[in-house]
């Protein structure tokens, strides 16, 4: 089934062109089906590329999603032209009274910074207290999974050495997991972040589970036992010249960056990347809307989390 967009969104002609099913709010209504409310929360700068990142991957399952793009009232986006946010976003008040049955929180380039420094914090904290009340699960993309643990358990983050970089191998920690369903014992999936959370740290909440994690670049999923949170530390979303990008651009800058690892063949950046995790994304994204969203929701959206 399709992902349900506004037809002015810049995503839309990105998608038609990789043929992703979707479809126009006239056509979703004639359809006598209530369509899972996933809200988006794009704390990125590159607003429109991650939004249609995500959207590629929510419209790859039997269930119809309706989308809600949302950014921070108390942080003004400086790559992303104002009049898309006023067009295709709302902000935090906008919906506040509202149920949704899925909630994701992508990234943000501020890692590098303490939490309460991050100058739309209060507000991002706010929103996760709501979550709790207004939504059935919530999957929080690396500095936004790094935000939840610290924010819900005082799970702190530590600056790595040397930017974790590149496209690692990872290992099924809990293959009971209904998230896990259907992957490889074995599977890869990018990571770009500064800093780092830590098993020790983890272990000490019983609430919750490290569902997978890398040799190299460590903890990787990480669940509450109700399923209720979904943490994962890399960007399994990433197109697959999202690193190359990322990578070009320091360059440019002058920054100290490493070859990501085992991005390009060879690790010869001259080359063109092979993307080696796309599977893993589709299983990631389809089995938390089944499992985590679709199987447990109210048919009442109203009755979202008691």
Same mark, same amino acid.
């Given at each position: 089934?399709?992902?349900?967009?506004?037809?002015?969104?810049?995503?839309?002609?990105?998608?038609?062109?990789?043929?992703?099913?979707?479809?126009?709010?006239?056509?979703?209504?004639?359809?006598?089906?209530?369509?899972?409310?996933?809200?988006?929360?794009?704390?990125?700068?590159?607003?429109?590329?991650?939004?249609?990142?995500?959207?590629?991957?929510?419209?790859?399952?039997?269930?119809?999603?309706?989308?809600?793009?949302?950014?921070?009232?108390?942080?003004?986006?400086?790559?992303?032209?104002?009049? %898309?946010?006023?067009?295709?976003?709302?902000?935090?008040?906008?919906?506040?009274?509202?149920?949704?049955?899925?909630?994701?929180?992508?990234?943000?380039?501020?890692?590098?910074?303490?939490?309460?420094?991050?100058?739309?914090?209060?507000?991002?904290?706010?929103?996760?207290?709501?979550?709790?009340?207004?939504?059935?699960?919530?999957?929080?993309?690396?500095?936004?999974?790094?935000?939840?643990?610290?924010?819900?358990?005082?799970?702190?983050?530590?600056?790595?050495?040397?930017?974790?970089?590149?496209?690692?191998? %990872?290992?099924?920690?809990?293959?009971?997991?209904?998230?896990?369903?259907?992957?490889?014992?074995?599977?890869?999936?990018?990571?770009?972040?500064?800093?780092?959370?830590?098993?020790?740290?983890?272990?000490?909440?019983?609430?919750?589970?490290?569902?997978?994690?890398?040799?190299?670049?460590?903890?990787?999923?990480?669940?509450?036992?109700?399923?209720?949170?979904?943490?994962?530390?890399?960007?399994?979303?990433?197109?697959?010249?999202?690193?190359?990008?990322?990578?070009?651009?320091?360059?440019?800058?002058?920054?100290?960056?490493?070859?990501?690892?085992?991005?390009?063949?060879?690790?010869?950046?001259?080359?063109?990347?092979?993307?080696?995790?796309?599977?893993?994304?589709?299983?990631?994204?389809?089995?938390?809307?089944?499992?985590?969203?679709?199987?447990?929701?109210?048919?009442?959206?109203?009755?979202?989390?008691?």
């Amino acid at each position: 089934m399709p992902v349900k967009i506004p037809n002015t969104l810049p995503a839309r002609a990105t998608l038609e062109r990789e043929n992703i099913f979707i479809m126009d709010e006239d056509r979703a209504a004639h359809q006598d089906i209530r369509a899972l409310r996933v809200a988006i929360l794009n704390l990125m700068p590159t607003k429109i590329a991650t939004e249609t990142q995500l959207l590629r991957l929510l419209s790859n399952t039997a269930l119809q999603v309706e989308v809600t793009l949302l950014h921070t009232a108390t942080h003004q986006a400086k790559n992303t032209d104002a009049d %898309h946010l006023l067009t295709h976003y709302l902000a935090f008040d906008d919906v506040r009274h509202e149920k949704f049955d899925g909630l994701i929180v992508t990234g943000a380039p501020v890692e590098q910074m303490p939490f309460d420094q991050v100058d739309y914090w209060n507000e991002l904290t706010q929103i996760f207290d709501w979550a709790e009340t207004n939504v059935e699960s919530t999957f929080n993309i690396c500095w936004g999974a790094q935000a939840g643990l610290y924010h819900r358990y005082g799970i702190p983050k530590y600056d790595l050495p040397r930017k974790m970089f590149g496209v690692f191998e %990872h290992r099924l920690l809990n293959r009971t997991s209904s998230l896990l369903r259907g992957y490889d014992d074995i599977f890869l999936a990018p990571h770009s972040r500064h800093t780092e959370i830590r098993r020790v740290d983890i272990e000490q909440v019983d609430e919750l589970q490290i569902l997978a994690e890398s040799d190299d670049a460590g903890v990787y999923i990480v669940g509450t036992k109700d399923g209720r949170h979904i943490f994962v530390t890399g960007h399994s979303e990433y197109d697959p010249l999202t690193l190359k990008g990322e990578y070009d651009r320091d360059i440019d800058k002058g920054l100290p960056v490493n070859v990501p690892i085992n991005y390009y063949p060879q690790d010869d950046p001259s080359r063109e990347p092979t993307v080696r995790w796309r599977g893993h994304a589709n299983l990631l994204y389809s089995n938390w809307l089944n499992y985590y969203v679709y199987q447990v929701t109210p048919y009442d959206v109203n009755k979202i989390p008691q």
